[in-house]
């Protein structure tokens, strides 16, 4: 079992950035794939980025790309998303999660969600 913590969400100007912390709870952490999704008001919630348990394989949605970068600190049961260069259509609430396959994941078959944690991009 894995409970899992989101913080770092807030109000930024268009350009700037956020970083996104996710802690988890279980001694099972690392054998977990993590990832971070988002959802806009009005909107389905949507894949943002996983990483495997190594840390070595990191996936990103095409919006994001080049732009985020998804961590993870096994030591700490801790999963990162530092997002840069934001712009007003990264306004979401976004949600850590953690699967066993990135397959899974990426489908959105998460088996545990954390509660979210608003990002709020002005123009």
């Known amino acids: 079992q894995v409970q899992l913590q989101a913080s770092g969400g807030g109000l930024v100007q268009a350009g700037g950035y956020l970083r996104l912390s996710c802690a988890a709870s279980?001694?099972?952490?690392?054998?977990?794939?993590m990832g971070w999704f988002r959802q806009a008001p009005g909107e389905e919630r949507e894949f943002v980025s996983a990483?495997?348990?190594?840390?070595?394989?990191?996936y990103y949605a095409d919006s994001v790309k080049g732009r985020f970068t998804i961590s993870r600190d096994n030591a700490k049961n801790t999963v990162y998303l530092q997002m840069n260069s934001l712009n007003p259509e990264d306004t979401a609430v976004y949600y850590c999660?953690?699967?066993?396959?990135?397959?899974?994941?990426?489908?959105?078959?998460?088996?545990?969600w954390g509660q979210g944690t608003l990002v709020t991009v002005s123009s």
């Open positions: 990483i495997r348990w190594s840390g070595d394989n990191t």
């Open positions: 279980g001694r099972t952490f690392r054998s977990y794939v």
């Open positions: 999660a953690a699967e066993s396959t990135v397959v899974a994941l990426r489908r959105g078959i998460v088996g545990f």
